[in-house]
C-alpha cells in the first residue's frame, strides 16, 4: 500500500505489485542481448514490492536484474510510477526504452505517449551497484545495500487533459490562539494538455468545501501546459497541526469539462493531497512549533527488517510507530534516505515530527571533489522536497551525513545543497548531522546544528560528553554562531540481545542501558540541546564493507533487537523521555 488515503476518484490507477518475471545480470549483458524486447526463457518469479536479496541464494548480490510484466491500458497517455529502488533504473514499454533515473528512496515517474489501447509489455532493469567515488549512496555504509523494487509500482491511465503538478503554500496569523489559526493559502497547478481543447475548469476544495475555481483554455487539439495560480485564498479557524493534536486535511483538485452535446459535466482528472497547519521557525536558541518551544526526543529509523529489507509492510510501520511512541518519543530521523510515503502517512496521522536526508553518508574529500556528486545530491534533494513537501510531519531537511565537513570541498557541496533546499523550502528549517564538529568548516550554513558522536563507545569514556560539550559551544561562540540551536542527532551503544554481564562490559544490554541513562540525562537537562535522537531504534544488517566489525554482521545499537524485542535499554529511556516535557 502506497498512501493512507484515496489520491484520485476519477483517474484509473492500477496497482502492478504481485509476481514479475525476474533475472539477474552480473554480466551486464542484458542491454547487449536485448532482453527488454526477448526476455530470458530461464528467468524466475519474484514478488514486487520486494528486495532480491531476501530471496535465497542472493544475500549478497549487487549489481543489475531485470523485471518483466504485462499490463493493459485503456488510454493512449500513461504514467508509470515507481515508489522505491535503489540505485538506477531504466524502463521499456513494448521493447523501447521510455525513461530512466538514478536515486530511487524518493521514486521515480514515467510518462509514456502514443500507445494503443491494450495489452503491452513492461521490462525494467534496476542497477544497485556502488563505488567509492560519486555513488550515492557510496559501498563503504553502515546499512545494507538491498536491491530490486521495493516499494509498490503503479500505472496511471490519464485522459486527454490532467493535473501535472501542484504546490500548495499557506502563512499563518494568530498562532497565539490556542490550537487554531487563520490560514491564507496561495495555490499553484499546472495542468497538461494532450489533445484536449475548448474550456476546462480546475476546482480546489478543502475537505469537500470548494475554495476556488478558474477556467483552463486549451488549444485545439495542441499539446501544451497551462499554469494556475489561487491566491489569497483565506481559510479562517483552521486547526492547527502539532504533535499531541495531529490535524489533518484534504486538499483536492478536480480538472472538469462540459460535455457538448449533454451540457453534463465530466470531471477528466483529480488528484487529492493531504496536508496539516503548522509553522515551524528557529528563534533565540529555540525550536518553535507553532510559536510553542518544542524538544525533540528522538530516534534514529532505518527502514529495514532482516525478512523484507527494505519493503517493509504497512503493518510494521505502524509497530513501529507503535514502539516509538509508547517509548516517549515525538520524533524520528529518516536515517539515512526518504522513507515510504505510507511511513509519511502514519506520521502525519500520529503526530510524530520527521527529519529528512539524502542517503549521503560518510564521503570523503575525493568524492566531494567529484562533479557527478553534487550533480546527483542536487537531484535527490529535488526529488525528496518535491515529493514530501506537504507532510506537515517533516520540520527539518538534513543535507547529508556525516560526510568529512573539514575540507572545502565539503563546504562547496554544503552551500549549494543549503541554497537550492532553501530555494526550494523556505519553511523549514535545514541541519546536517556532523562527525566532525570542533573541526567543521560548515556550520554556518545550517539553521541547526546536529553532532554525532559516541563518546565512551568508539573513543573516551561517557564523561568525556561534559567537557566535549562545554568546548563545543566556546567555538560556536567563537564564530558568533552560539544562537543556533544544538541536536544530538546521534550516540549510543550496542548491545547484543540478551548479553548481560556484572561487569557492564561493552555489547551487554546492561551496559547500552547505563549508557543512555547517562547520556539522555546530561542532554535532557542542558537548555542549548534542543533535540536528541538516539542511535539507533532497531538492530539492521550491515553492508558487506562493514561486515567484519561488525558482531552478526548486524549494526547492534538499536534499543530493540531486528524484530522488535525490547532491550534493557529501551525500558530506560522510557522512562527519561516520557518524565521529560516536549
Same mark, same amino acid.
Given at each position: ?6 489520491? #484520485? ?16 545480470? %552480473? ?10 524486447? =526477448?526476455?530470458?526463457?530461464? +528467468? ?54 521510455? $525513461? +530512466? ?35 550515492? %549512496? ?19 491511465? !490519464? ?14 496569523? $494568530? ?47 495542441? +499539446? ?5 495560480? *489561487? ?5 479562517? $479557524? ?12 484534504? /486538499? ?16 477528466? =482528472? ?6 496539516? *497547519? ?23 529509523? #532505518? ?23 509508547? !517509548? ?7 536515517? #539515512? ?6 511511513? !509519511? ?22 568524492? !566531494? ?21 506537504? #507532510? ?63 563518546? $565512551? ?55 547500552? /542501558? ?69
Amino acid at each position: 500500500m502506497n498512501r493512507l488515503y484515496q489520491r #484520485h476518484k476519477h483517474r484509473k490507477v492500477t496497482n502492478l505489485d504481485g509476481f514479475w518475471q525476474f533475472k539477474t545480470d %552480473p554480466g551486464q549483458v542484458g542491454e547487449k542481448e536485448k532482453w527488454y524486447q =526477448d526476455f530470458p526463457k530461464d +528467468s524466475q518469479l519474484i514478488l514486487v514490492p520486494g528486495c532480491w536479496n531476501n530471496e535465497l541464494g542472493l544475500y549478497h548480490y549487487e549489481g543489475a536484474a531485470w523485471y518483466r510484466r504485462e499490463f493493459e491500458t485503456e488510454k493512449s497517455e500513461i504514467i508509470l510510477v515507481f515508489h522505491g529502488f535503489y540505485g538506477s533504473i531504466k524502463v521499456y514499454v513494448d521493447g523501447k526504452e521510455v $525513461g +530512466s533515473h538514478y536515486g530511487g528512496f524518493a521514486g521515480y515517474q514515467c510518462l509514456v505517449d502514443g500507445l494503443a489501447p491494450g495489452g503491452h509489455s513492461l521490462v525494467v532493469v534496476t542497477d544497485n551497484t556502488h563505488n567509492d567515488t560519486n555513488t550515492i %549512496p557510496l559501498s563503504r555504509v553502515d546499512w545494507f545495500h538491498y536491491g530490486g523494487l521495493f516499494r509498490s509500482v503503479e500505472l496511471m491511465e !490519464l485522459d486527454a487533459a490532467w493535473i501535472k503538478d501542484y504546490r500548495i503554500d499557506y502563512t499563518l496569523d $494568530g498562532l497565539d490562539t490556542p490550537n487554531q489559526a487563520a490560514a491564507a493559502l496561495e495555490i499553484n497547478v499546472t495542468v497538461q494538455s494532450f489533445s484536449a481543447s475548448g474550456t476546462h475548469e480546475l476546482r480546489v476544495y478543502l475537505d469537500d468545501r470548494l475554495l476556488a475555481a478558474q477556467p483552463v483554455e486549451f488549444g485545439t487539439g495542441s +499539446s501544451s501546459e497551462v499554469p494556475l495560480r *489561487f491566491a489569497g485564498l483565506s481559510v479562517p $479557524g483552521v486547526k492547527l497541526w502539532e504533535p499531541g493534536d495531529p490535524n489533518l486535511y484534504l /486538499a483536492r483538485f478536480e480538472l472538469a469539462k462540459a460535455s457538448a452535446e449533454s451540457g453534463i459535466e465530466d470531471v477528466v =482528472d483529480d488528484i487529492a493531497e493531504r496536508i496539516g *497547519f503548522r509553522a515551524i521557525t528557529v528563534r533565540h536558541g529555540q525550536l518553535l512549533l507553532n510559536n510553542k518551544v518544542i524538544r525533540l526526543k528522538g530516534v534514529n529509523r #532505518h527502514e529495514e527488517h532482516p525478512d523484507w529489507g527494505f519493503a517493509v509492510p504497512l503493518k510494521l510501520m505502524k509497530k513501529d510507530i507503535d514502539i516509538i511512541k509508547n !517509548l516517549g518519543c515525538n520524533a524520528v530521523r529518516g536515517s #539515512h534516505y526518504p522513507n515510504s510515503p505510507a511511513f !509519511l502517512d502514519l506520521l502525519d496521522q500520529e503526530g510524530i515530527l520527521f527529519w529528512e536526508e539524502i542517503p549521503m553518508w560518510g564521503f570523503p574529500e575525493h568524492a !566531494l571533489e567529484d562533479p557527478l556528486t553534487l550533480e546527483r545530491g542536487l537531484s535527490m534533494h529535488e526529488q525528496m522536497i518535491k515529493r514530501d513537501y506537504h #507532510h506537515p510531519s517533516i520540520i527539518v531537511w538534513g543535507l547529508h551525513n556525516e560526510i568529512d565537513t573539514r575540507t572545502q570541498a565539503a563546504y562547496k557541496v554544503t552551500k549549494a545543497f543549503a541554497e537550492t533546499v532553501r530555494r526550494l523550502d523556505a519553511t523549514r528549517p535545514i541541519t546536517y548531522a556532523t562527525m566532525h564538529p570542533l573541526e567543521d568548516t560548515c556550520l554556518s550554513l545550517v539553521d541547526l546544528i546536529s553532532i554525532n558522536k559516541y563518546f $565512551g563507545w568508539y573513543q573516551g569514556k561517557m564523561e568525556d560528553w561534559q567537557e566535549f560539550l562545554h568546548t563545543f559551544k566556546a567555538k560556536l561562540e567563537k564564530e558568533g554562531l552560539s544562537g543556533r540551536p544544538i541536536i544530538v542527532s546521534e550516540f549510543g551503544a550496542g548491545a547484543l540481545y540478551g548479553e548481560n554481564t556484572f561487569e557492564e562490559q561493552k555489547w551487554s544490554e546492561n551496559f547500552q /542501558a547505563k549508557y543512555l541513562d547517562y547520556t539522555l540525562k546530561l542532554f535532557l537537562n542542558d537548555p542549548e540541546v534542543v533535540g536528541t535522537y538516539i542511535w539507533q531504534y532497531c538492530d539492521i544488517r550491515t553492508a558487506r564493507e562493514l561486515e567484519l566489525s561488525r558482531p552478526r554482521s548486524f549494526n547492534n545499537k538499536g534499543i530493540v533487537d531486528e524484530y522488535r524485542k525490547p532491550k534493557q535499554a529501551y525500558w530506560t529511556v522510557r522512562k527519561l523521555y516520557t518524565e521529560a516535557q516536549s
